[in-house]
């Protein structure tokens, strides 16, 4: 069974940094895509950046390159998304997902997805 448990969410100050965490269970990570999502309430959920399943290459939101980092431990299967310069708006429920056979960070093609953690950027 594909599990997804993220963890690192929190309140941090406009400017500050953190860093999300997502332990994968039930499958590897070579050959799945896997990665970042939000979801402000009220809006859709978009794709923050992923590891493509074909070849691992990242696939990062324009806003977030140079922000947003993402790495993945495939010892531990684990998957981390480190925040730096966050801002007010980056305030949403961070999400990861996999799926394999994927090559872009679109939430519409992903199928399995942990229960979020909230991040909250006040100003």
């Known amino acids: 069974e594909v599990q997804l448990v993220e963890s690192g969410g929190g309140l941090v100050q406009a400017g500050g940094s953190l860093r999300l965490s997502c332990a994968a269970s039930?499958?590897?990570?070579?050959?799945?895509?896997i990665g970042w999502f939000r979801q402000v309430p009220g809006k859709e959920r978009e794709g923050v950046s992923c590891f493509r399943s074909s070849d691992g290459t990242i696939d990062t939101a324009d806003s977030e390159k140079g922000r947003f980092i993402i790495s993945k431990d495939n010892a531990k299967n684990t998957v981390y998304l480190q925040m730096h310069s966050l801002k007010p708006e980056d305030t949403a429920v961070y999400y990861c997902?996999?799926?394999?056979?994927?090559?872009?960070?679109?939430?519409?093609?992903?199928?399995?997805w942990g229960q979020g953690t909230q991040v909250t950027v006040s100003s």
């Open positions: 039930g499958f590897t990570l070579d050959g799945y895509a």
């Open positions: 997902a996999a799926q394999p056979l994927v090559n872009i960070c679109d939430p519409g093609l992903f199928d399995y």
